[in-house]
């Protein structure tokens, strides 16, 4: 569960608009067309994604209509700015494989907060959502994706409920030049 603190940033990040509400419309090419989905394993966060998912799509996501690849391990956004790691050429082998043998040219980076993986790697919250935006990157920029078919999601965990976000690249990369609270927490990332 969110502290206070995450809650607060949270809720900035939301009036600034760089956290975004989920649309039907945004989701339905990359989960008909299909699309990898790079996400944390977490047991119970991705499974509860899965079904705010569910509900809040009017029954786009039923199974039978997805095209998802699936590359889903304990905190598998964030490995991928640890460039010489095993899980990040791992992740990118699962895309190439994914193209080449699906045709699938959609990405889906979905991150998490608080997230037992990113906490183990002493990360912040801040610092979190900042890898979830640089996976996509990285995947942007190592197969010259097209930006809009590679998207960041991140859902953050209230008391008794859950929120499911787009981070919106134009608004993160202004919240993170502009916003102190941003910069701070990145302050001491090197990626």
Known sequence: ML??????????????????????DLLTNFFTEGAL?????????F???????RNHTDGLLSQDKWRLQLCVFNGAPLHLSRKMSWEHKFILEQF????SFKSIERVIVHGHG?????????LTLPQ?????MHAREVIVDVFGLKPENVIALFHAHYRDKMRL??????????????????????????I
């Open 3 to 24: 502290s206070e603190t995450e809650r607060t940033f949270i809720n900035k990040l939301r009036e600034d608009e760089v956290l975004r509400d989920i649309r039907r």
């Open 37 to 45: 989905l790079v996400a944390c394993g977490d047991c119970e966060r």
């Open 47 to 53: 499974w509860e994604a899965i079904d705010w998912l």
């Open 96 to 99: 190439s494989q994914t193209n």
């Open 114 to 122: 608080p997230c037992s993986a990113a906490g183990h790697m002493g």
């Open 128 to 132: 979190n959502l900042a890898l979830t």
């Open 165 to 190: 976000y787009k981070i919106k690249r134009s608004a993160w990369k202004r919240a993170t030049e502009e916003n102190h609270d941003v910069r701070v927490g990145l302050h001491t990332l090197s």
